[in-house]
């Protein structure tokens, strides 16, 4: 009985090991997944943030040729 419980009790250690480590492998899948979200969500508000510059230098350039033919015209 003693060999018996001796072997459980390893079997024991041994699943609790594995459970940690597998805990351990998901935390750091989680972490991974939160990285490339974030990374995502960085390139979105980049594009984003393009996208408003673009629109306001458009926005320049017609102001700009605006002001240029008011000035051509007097």
Not at 60 to 67: H, K, T
Request: glycine share 2%; hydrophobic share 40%; charged share 15%.
């Amino acid at each position: 009985a003693g060999k018996s419980a001796e072997s459980a009790a390893s079997s024991a250690s041994t699943a609790t090991t594995k459970a940690g480590k597998a805990t351990e492998q998901a935390t750091a899948a989680a972490r991974s997944a939160s990285a490339a979200k974030t990374s995502e969500t960085n390139a979105k508000t980049s594009a984003d943030n393009a996208a408003s510059s673009k629109a306001a230098a458009a926005s320049s350039a017609s102001s700009a040729a605006s002001s240029a033919s008011s000035a051509s015209a007097s």
